[in-house]
């Protein structure tokens, strides 16, 4: 990130114009605003909306469509935001019946403050399938001479560490999304991601002009003095 890029904050609380903007698209500018130790680059690409070719697609429960974003995506944003300067750590885990649950933390470094983002992450236990067995212990197959044999769910589960990966995965999904990134990832079209990107362009663009008129009047003062 280029040095001296930090957000100089005005005094008013009222929106200006492209603040205005912003909050109509549901860009949250307070947050904005009042992350003053990001730089303008981090603060773009915190909210810079997900483009579209990154949204993948699956099949929710009740055969609902559900749009996500990949984890390897939310990390690369992250590095893109902060390079090495976050991490992420399990504070607990536990299954609850069929459901293993992740509580985790987000650990940004911002000039020697840490920032943290608490969430929870869940995901669905994978169990074994094993052959249906008849009353004397024998596989049943699936039709008479047949090989093949009826298989059912068990109660051994397929990979319990693989289940708490994904509960992982689902928690920094939650944590990174309270710095605004993938919230706008069940929009139905690029049309107001295209728009966001633009208008929140202008809006840095105009902070930066800000920062300059800032900066040249409080080096006009330390001259004069």
Request: charge should be neutral.
């Amino acid at each position: 990130m280029a040095e001296g890029t930090e957000l100089i904050l005005s005094a008013t609380t009222t929106p200006s114009k492209d603040e205005r903007k912003l909050i109509d698209l549901g860009v949250d500018v307070m947050a904005l605003k009042t992350s003053s130790k990001l730089s303008l680059e981090q603060q773009f690409v915190l909210s810079m909306p997900t483009p579209t070719h990154h949204i993948k697609n699956r099949v929710g429960k009740g055969g609902s469509d559900w749009k996500y974003l990949p984890i390897s995506r939310v990390i690369e944003r992250l590095n893109l935001a902060f390079g090495c300067a976050w991490s992420f750590t399990v504070n607990s885990k536990e299954k609850a019946g069929d459901e293993v649950i992740v509580e985790g933390s987000l650990i940004v470094n911002l000039d020697g403050d840490k920032v943290v983002k608490t969430d929870f992450g869940v995901h669905e236990v994978q169990y074994k399938n094993v052959p249906k067995l008849d009353e004397n212990g024998k596989p049943i197959p699936k039709k008479a001479g047949s090989d093949e044999v009826i298989m059912v769910k068990s109660d051994i589960p397929l990979s319990l560490g693989n289940d708490y990966k994904s509960a992982s995965s689902d928690c920094l999904k939650r944590c990174a999304a309270q710095f605004g990134i993938g919230l706008d990832v069940r929009e139905s079209t690029g049309t107001m991601r295209a728009e966001k990107i633009a208008v929140l362009q202008q809006y840095i663009d105009s902070q930066k002009e800000l920062q300059a008129e800032q900066h040249k009047k409080l080096n006009t003062l330390k001259n004069a003095s």
